[in-house]
């Protein structure tokens, strides 16, 4: 975990007069342990396989706390669950392409977006405070070698994919 997000935290914490604790720790440790999006669920998994004995109370409790410490986002990926995403720190206006397919989750920034994004909500006359734009695509390997490593992958991990609308 990075020093800037700990610390953030930290004084996040303290201002709201809450203690440290162990198992909120160690539930931090595992979400910024990479920058992969999840849901509730998957996080669960990743603590059961770490052997974090955290009630699902807990985990809810301190996902809330980070939320409103703005250290992760509640993101929407299209498939009708609250998938959260620790990534938006280093880069707060970053955009998502889901796979339609299997339901791969690509993360970009595009400079020529943001200054769209700045025109245009200048010219309605606001001000833009944070922008995410979500596209949905299918997936090139499946169309062209007719299979996908990622699709096979999600299925073996029992990931859920999402719905097909085309
Ligand atoms: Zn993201
Ligand atoms: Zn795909």
């Given at each position: 975990m990075e020093a800037a997000i700990r610390e953030r935290l930290d004084n996040f914490i303290r201002r709201k007069g809450l203690r440290q604790t162990p198992q909120r720790d160690e539930i931090l440790e595992i979400i910024f342990a990479s920058d992969e999006h999840f849901t509730p669920d998957q996080l669960l998994e990743r603590l059961r396989i770490a052997g974090t004995k955290a009630s699902r109370a807990t985990v809810y409790r301190t996902l809330s706390l980070l939320l409103e410490a703005d250290l992760i986002h509640e993101i929407e990926l299209g498939d009708g669950q609250t998938t959260y995403d620790?990534?938006?720190?280093?880069?707060?206006n970053h955009n998502h392409l889901v796979c339609i397919d299997c339901g791969k989750v690509v993360e970009f920034e595009d400079s020529h977006l943001d200054l769209q994004t700045e025109c245009l909500t200048r010219r309605l006359g606001y001000r833009a405070v944070r922008q995410s734009l979500r596209i949905e695509a299918t997936c090139e390997r499946l169309r062209q070698g007719g299979s996908c490593s990622d699709l096979i992958a999600a299925r073996v991990k029992g990931k859920r994919l999402p719905n097909r609308k085309k």
């Open positions: 620790p990534n938006f720190i280093d880069h707060p």
